[in-house]
């Protein structure tokens, strides 16, 4: 285990991520293959983010049915996508379950004691049901942050040792959750994997983080992130599940609150699904790469017989200055 500094938690808000891709904004959209995208709820949002380098623009869009059931093999001739109602030529079609760096952010704080079991299954199901290929890691909190380096590696392929090593760590202390998701996003950076993501498991209280939840909010949206939150409620004072809500929406994730009828098991295999359920679209942008100004993005399927179809995708991105960027080389990977 590498414990965190707080020095280093607040250096990263004094700096942009290296993006080797886009920063966006806004919530998801979807569309019937005829009709421009209405808003939909927040926590039925679409999978992936938007990257892009100098020459390519890569789209992750899922598809889905009237029933919600995903659609697979359709072929680059079914899609067409606009950049600011200009029509793109794609040069980039993938389907395919491709790996993904994910970091497991888990409360071990003093409040997450009555829940351990079902935080240990829900890191347990996640990564069980993962691609082996998958890069994982995990940070834990409580009063402090410390990331999991796991046989001497910044990044797992193991399910049995992340469990090994949720289940070895108790519930103490305060809660430093901001700290520990600016630390989970940091780390992010290290990954190989082209989609990347965090996954919170917590009530959502925080009473020992310096940094506050609009500056972790800043740094979120300011990301190529993905935050799905598994939000675990009993009655503690202290517990706020709309801070996690909140940070979820802003990244096009999806936080869930687990009922009665529903266990952290399903729900952690319903984000490794998640993940994984898309096509991959991808494009040169026309605009100059000097132009930060944000782009819309619109996709549209037409797939005769296969009925009225939803596209889920982020509407939008903002290209990165790279004058603004920070490499911050050789942290958080040792």
């Given at each position: 285990?590498?414990?965190?500094?707080?020095?280093?938690?607040?250096?990263?808000?004094?700096?942009?991520?290296?993006?080797?891709?886009?920063?966006?904004?806004?919530?998801?959209?979807?569309?019937?293959?005829?009709?421009?995208?209405?808003?939909?709820?927040?926590?039925?949002?679409?999978?992936?983010?938007?990257?892009?380098?100098?020459?390519?623009?890569?789209?992750?869009?899922?598809?889905?049915?009237?029933?919600?059931?995903?659609?697979?093999?359709?072929?680059?001739?079914?899609?067409?996508?606009?950049?600011?109602?200009?029509?793109?030529?794609?040069?980039?079609?993938?389907?395919?379950?491709?790996?993904?760096?994910?970091?497991?952010?888990?409360?071990?704080?003093?409040?997450?004691?009555?829940?351990?079991?079902?935080?240990?299954?829900?890191?347990?199901?996640?990564?069980?049901?993962?691609?082996?290929?998958?890069?994982?890691?995990?940070?834990?909190?409580?009063?402090?942050?410390?990331?999991?380096?796991?046989?001497?590696?910044?990044?797992?392929?193991?399910?049995?040792?992340?469990?090994?090593?949720?289940?070895?760590?108790?519930?103490?202390?305060?809660?430093?959750?901001?700290?520990?998701?600016?630390?989970?996003?940091?780390?992010?950076?290290?990954?190989?994997?082209?989609?990347?993501?965090?996954?919170?498991?917590?009530?959502?209280?925080?009473?020992?983080?310096?940094?506050?939840?609009?500056?972790?909010?800043?740094?979120?949206?300011?990301?190529?992130?993905?935050?799905?939150?598994?939000?675990?409620?009993?009655?503690?004072?202290?517990?706020?599940?709309?801070?996690?809500?909140?940070?979820?929406?802003?990244?096009?994730?999806?936080?869930?609150?687990?009922?009665?009828?529903?266990?952290?098991?399903?729900?952690?295999?319903?984000?490794?699904?998640?993940?994984?359920?898309?096509?991959?679209?991808?494009?040169?942008?026309?605009?100059?790469?000097?132009?930060?100004?944000?782009?819309?993005?619109?996709?549209?399927?037409?797939?005769?017989?296969?009925?009225?179809?939803?596209?889920?995708?982020?509407?939008?991105?903002?290209?990165?200055d790279a004058s603004h960027s920070s490499a911050q080389s050789g942290k958080g990977a040792s």
């Amino acid at each position: 285990m590498i414990p965190t500094t707080r020095q280093h938690n607040l250096a990263l808000l004094s700096c942009c991520y290296p993006l080797a891709a886009l920063l966006l904004l806004c919530s998801p959209a979807v569309t019937g293959h005829s009709q421009s995208p209405p808003s939909t709820p927040p926590d039925s949002a679409a999978s992936a983010t938007i990257s892009v380098n100098s020459a390519l623009v890569a789209l992750p869009v899922r598809v889905t049915d009237t029933k919600g059931n995903v659609v697979s093999g359709l072929t680059l001739q079914d899609f067409s996508v606009f950049e600011d109602g200009r029509p793109q030529k794609l040069t980039l079609f993938q389907q395919e379950d491709a790996p993904v760096t994910v970091g497991l952010v888990v409360d071990h704080s003093r409040s997450m004691g009555p829940k351990l079991a079902g935080v240990i299954a829900a890191v347990s199901a996640f990564a069980h049901s993962s691609n082996p290929q998958d890069e994982m890691f995990v940070v834990d909190f409580n009063d402090d942050v410390w990331l999991q380096i796991l046989g001497g590696k910044p990044f797992t392929h193991s399910a049995d040792d992340l469990e090994k090593e949720i289940s070895a760590v108790s519930a103490r202390g305060r809660t430093a959750l901001y700290d520990a998701v600016s630390e989970g996003l940091n780390h992010l950076r290290f990954g190989h994997c082209e989609k990347k993501a965090l996954i919170i498991v917590s009530d959502g209280g925080d009473n020992a983080s310096h940094i506050k939840f609009s500056q972790i909010l800043d740094l979120a949206q300011r990301s190529q992130v993905l935050i799905y939150s598994i939000i675990l409620e009993g009655d503690g004072q202290e517990e706020n599940p709309g801070a996690l809500r909140k940070l979820s929406k802003s990244t096009s994730g999806i936080s869930y609150s687990p009922s009665s009828k529903e266990t952290i098991a399903s729900i952690s295999a319903l984000i490794a699904r998640d993940l994984r359920d898309q096509y991959t679209l991808g494009f040169a942008p026309e605009k100059s790469a000097n132009d930060l100004s944000f782009r819309k993005i619109l996709v549209k399927v037409s797939a005769p017989g296969r009925g009225n179809l939803r596209v889920r995708y982020r509407p939008g991105y903002f290209a990165v200055d790279a004058s603004h960027s920070s490499a911050q080389s050789g942290k958080g990977a040792s």
